[in-house]
Nanobody
Framework: QVQLVESGGGLVRAGGSLSVSCAASGFIFRLNTMGWYRQASGKQRELVAQITPGGTTNYADSVKGRFTISRDNAKNTVSLQMNSLKPEDTAVYYC?????????WGQGTQVTVSS
């Protein structure tokens, strides 16, 4: 079965950097678009970044130029490098796989940015 396991995250001061990673299993990783979403307290889950099998990336306007999504098809991992972090980036970050019509999610990892 599909498994997505996030790691990384933590607490950082504004302006700092963090990286989160997702280890995937149970499906053909190299053939699927992977994404990172986040959900701040009291808010809806939102798309942060996506990467296609070919490496094409898509970012939310709020993170463009600061976050970088990447994938390693040999290791079945997708990562999100987050630089110049802001307090408004504080959220639980989730790894996502869409195999239509079903979304798969990891358990999430907390990222907290202090001002």
């Amino acid at each position: 079965q599909v498994q997505l396991v996030e790691s990384g995250g933590g607490l950082v001061r504004a302006g700092g950097s963090l990286s989160v990673s997702c280890a995937a299993s149970g499906f053909i990783f190299r053939l699927n678009t992977m994404g990172w979403y986040r959900q701040a307290s009291g808010k809806q889950r939102e798309l942060v970044a996506q990467i296609t099998p070919g490496g094409t990336t898509n970012y939310a306007d709020s993170v463009k130029g600061r976050f970088t999504i990447s994938r390693d098809n040999a290791k079945n991992t997708v990562s999100l490098q987050m630089n110049s972090l802001k307090p408004e980036d504080t959220a639980v970050y989730y790894c996502n796989l869409l195999i239509s019509p079903r979304d798969y999610w990891g358990q999430g990892t907390q990222v907290t940015v202090s001002s």
